[in-house]
């Protein structure tokens, strides 16, 4: 931890002296004033962590100090001194915004255990502070990607959304096209960003769980009830509450979450008032709700209560034009994670990510750049690093280690006419490849666009496959 910086603001010189010369020695940065004007110009001056001030001073008197520090700096812990007995100047002290007080005549003792409290505040408060940071900083609009119309279309109507504060919104798509991301993004867009965003999967908790886990509950409401608990509508009051895989929650608790949509009030379970919420709720499932709803599984009023703002993310296979900006995007960052340096992707690695399908969507192109960021050894991503099934795609198979059997050509070493005979002991794919590219390879002489053109491919792709074969 950094050097601490105390200012002791105290009209009795004894008392500031000894303070003073005590905190020193403990390694704090020691400031003093005499008079209230004079604290206040030190604190301005040296913006000190902790600050004790005596109530009785010269021209101002402690509260007033108290808070027009405050005012300056809301962060700042404030020790109030005061003579013993005077208790309810203490309340106000505490009421003007100071967090500690303390009784004069005082020990060092006593001085170090209210320096303890204060620091561990301080260490909570940094890292609420850092947390708050970090979450925001992976969760606004400047961290979706894409440009495509598809798109272009959704962040725009997202982020209009997002102006509205309590709008329910409904997203929908197939695992791993980003509907986590977007609801994070609209509620830190939103005006409510500084309230809670909590998430809770329905899929991932029985329902009687589930319920209480929502709406919380009176102590009694069952066995376990020892104590009253908040919900997480209650909690996120002011915020939003992400209900992620809504097309899993059961028919008791569809019914409870219309009434909350309906009537923004909850009731704890085994309660009777109704505690009055104003929160956003996104609900996601990349199920087929309106099937659900058809088969009866999923209440049609829930449903169409949910959908007043639908928003379907599209499928990476159908927004294809995205992929070299995604790919680039996640180089960046595994490139930052990873501490490597790797400036672009090879042309033939990004038209083998191009002609893939992407069935885990954004999700899945995301773990394959971070596989291959991790695999590449020069600067350029190759698409050696690229999965199997990403690699092998323009001839369907998998390398396999399986020599190609010598004597299986013919002495000639053409391929044979008509329909290719597999033999006995079977043949390996990988082997008959082989062996066709480095015949067409001496055939051209090792040119390779002649070579390409005789196999019929590209010469990227040709090239490719000759590293790939070490040939
Ligand atoms: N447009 C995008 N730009 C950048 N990253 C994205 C984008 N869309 C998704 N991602 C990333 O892809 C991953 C999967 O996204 P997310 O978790 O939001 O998907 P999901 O739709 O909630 O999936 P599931 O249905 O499986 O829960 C995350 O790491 C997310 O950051
Ligand atoms: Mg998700």
Not at 165 to 174: A, D, K, M
Not at 181 to 207: D, K
Not at 270 to 287: F, H, L
Not at 302 to 309: D, E, H, N, Q, S
Request: aromatic share 8%; with cysteine; proline share 3%.
């Amino acid at each position: 931890m950094k050097q601490l910086k105390i200012l002791i603001i105290e009209d009795e010189k004894l008392i500031r002296w000894s303070l003073e010369k005590h905190l020193s020695s403990k390694g704090y940065k020691v400031f003093s004033a005499e008079s209230g004007e004079e604290g206040l110009r030190e604190f301005e001056l040296h913006q000190p962590e902790i600050v004790f001030t005596d109530n009785k001073l010269p021209q101002m008197q402690g509260l007033e100090v108290i808070r027009k520090i405050k005012s300056m700096d809301e962060e700042t812990a404030i020790v109030f001194m005061t003579a013993f007995g005077s208790i309810d100047t203490a309340v106000s002290a505490m009421k003007a915004g100071a967090s500690e007080y303390i009784n004069k005549p005082f020990s060092f003792e006593e001085v170090e255990v209210i320096l303890g409290n204060i620091k561990q505040k301080l260490a909570i408060t940094k890292e609420v502070q850092l947390l708050r940071r970090q979450q925001k900083e992976t969760v606004t609009f400047d961290h979706i990607i894409g440009e495509s119309a598809a798109l272009r279309q959704i962040i725009q109507l997202s982020k209009k959304i997002a102006r509205t504060q309590t709008t329910t919104i409904l997203l929908l798509g197939e695992s791993g096209t980003g509907k986590d991301l977007f609801a994070r993004a609209i509620h830190y867009e939103g005006s409510q960003n500084t309230r809670p965003f909590v998430t809770i999967n329905c899929s991932s908790l029985p329902e009687s769980l589930l319920e209480s886990e929502l709406f919380g509950y009176e102590k009694g409401a069952f066995t376990d009830a020892k104590q009253q608990k908040k919900g997480l509508f209650e909690i996120a009051d002011g915020g939003t509450v992400f209900l992620d895989e809504i097309g899993e929650i059961n028919m008791s608790t569809q019914i409870k979450l219309l009434n909350v949509l309906e009537n923004r009030v909850i009731r704890r379970l085994g309660g009777t008032a109704g505690i009055p919420v104003e929160i956003r709720i996104i609900a996601a499932t990349n199920k087929d709700l309106k099937k659900a709803v058809d088969e009866k599984l999923f209440r049609e009023d829930l449903y169409y209560r949910l959908k007043v703002f639908q928003i379907t993310l599209p499928a990476l296979r159908e927004h294809k034009d995205d992929i070299p900006l995604l790919t680039d995007y996640f180089i960046k960052y595994y490139n930052n994670q990873f501490k490597k340096n790797i400036s672009s992707i090879h042309k033939s690695a990004i038209e083998l990510l191009k002609k893939y399908d992407w069935p885990g969507n954004i999700r899945e192109l995301r773990n394959v750049i971070e596989r291959a960021v991790i695999l590449e050894t020069t600067s350029v991503l190759q698409a050696d690093c690229l999965p199997g099934e990403i690699m092998h795609l323009d001839h369907g198979f998998e390398v396999d280690a399986i020599e190609v059997p010598k004597n299986y050509f013919s002495s000639d070493n053409t391929l044979p006419p008509g329909e290719i005979e597999i033999p006995e002991g079977g043949l390996s794919l990988f082997g008959l490849e082989k062996q066709v590219i480095k015949q067409a390879l001496d055939k051209s002489e090792n040119n390779q666009t002649k070579a390409s053109k005789l196999l019929r491919i590209s010469r990227d792709t040709l090239r490719y496959k000759i590293k790939k074969y070490r040939l």
